[in-house]
């Protein structure tokens, strides 16, 4: 399943312990401040929401609107999102130098202009398929198409290791962007973390983990 894929790329992009399977999907000890542990799950588990009660639980739910009690603070809409990795190359351009660097099964890839840090990304290799993260293009340098560039690297990286399948999950920003890479909609995510007491339950920007109109609500992630 695509959402294993997900569950354990990100783990290894993130340096975490690997992903338990439980019952409703799979749980991720992450042990940072804000971001205790990490539940990935296929379908909303009413039951496993209700009995959580460590503040700083991350859940990320393969649906566009679970129900989910007055202790979750909801995030930002993110998306499942897949395509079959190819090895087109990135473009060129004399103005920006991109490296790429392997640590492990993970691959980074670096694009600088003059020593700037223009943008950047990242893919954790997990079998056959490769996990994007981390893809963010710097202010003083969007919309110049190094987002697209960053994932054509990372595309044929992954590929020349033997990866075929990419999988990310998107923030709104990035929906149009994979989109037009090739990438297709799996399933709408929502994520939603366990309030402090006393929090005041304002949503936080999106997570950052590494879309279009096949959007269906409710549908779970294959």
Excluded: F, N
């Amino acid at each position: 399943m695509l959402v294993k894929a997900w569950a354990e790329g990100w783990a290894i992009a993130r340096g975490t312990p690997a992903p338990v399977e439980v019952a409703e999907g799979y749980r991720i000890d992450v042990g940072l401040p804000g971001h205790v542990v990490r539940y990935v799950l296929p379908a909303h588990a009413p039951a496993l929401a209700a009995r959580l009660t460590t503040p700083g639980t991350w859940l990320k739910i393969c649906d566009a609107a679970p129900s989910l009690d007055e202790r979750w603070q909801v995030q930002a809409p993110e998306y499942l999102m897949t395509a079959q990795l190819t090895t087109e190359p990135p473009a060129s351009r004399p103005e920006y130098q991109l490296q790429l660097t392997q640590t492990g099964s993970v691959l980074d890839v670096v694009v600088r202009s003059q020593g700037e840090l223009a943008a950047r990304g990242k893919a954790a290799l997990a079998g056959e398929h490769a996990v994007i993260d981390q893809v963010v293009t710097e202010p003083g340098h969007r919309r110049r198409g190094l987002g697209t560039t960053v994932m054509r690297a990372l595309s044929q990286a992954a590929r020349h290791r033997g990866a075929r399948t990419g999988v990310l999950v998107a923030t709104a920003d990035g929906r149009a962007l994979y989109h037009g890479l090739g990438w297709s909609l799996v399933s709408p995510v929502t994520a939603a973390r366990l309030k402090t007491p006393g929090d005041p339950g304002e949503a936080l920007e999106p997570s950052g983990d590494p879309g279009e109109a096949l959007e269906t609500p409710g549908r779970g992630c294959g």
